[in-house]
């Protein structure tokens, strides 16, 4: 939730982040990963080992990359509203049985809860991510930003929203194929 009196760029993680996390064990399959990760409705989350600690990152980019690299499976169509195109997922029951640590994203990106959001935003576009995992002192997960909550913050600061009479709602855009000249 973010808080509407806190000016955009004092917002910290803990302030942006969704603390309600969907956790993968290091150890499920990454059959099962997939089907956590469909009845969750989300596209990612953090993988932890069983101290509890965050190891990695499992999400659609990954299932992408395990379907483009080793089997070019059959595609299926999403049953979860987590996956907008048939593309992004393939049926779960094609999937290896294999640990989710032999397919995750190691060593991912992790802040702690004071992380700004331009360090928050500029995480994201340097290593082109669509979210942070937000853990406490000893690596455990606490909660999750994702590029959309970076965006729902914009939004909820912008002047427009605040005052939309003193806001220009006209908007000009010219393609220039389509220009004359």
Partial sequence: ???ETKPLFSLTAVDLMSASLVMVPEEMSLQGAAHLLAQAAVTGAPV?????RCVGLLSATDFLHWMDRDHHARVACAASPAFSASWQMVEPDALPDQAVSDYMTRDPITVCDTATIGELARKMVDVHIHRVIVVDNCGKPI???SSTDVLAAVVQADPARQNPKAA??????????SAKR
């Fill in 48 to 52: 932890v080992n069983s101290e509890g």
């Fill in 1 to 3: 939730m973010i808080p």
């Fill in 168 to 177: 220009d709602t006209t908007v000009s855009r010219t393609n220039p194929r």
């Fill in 143 to 145: 909660g999750i930003v």
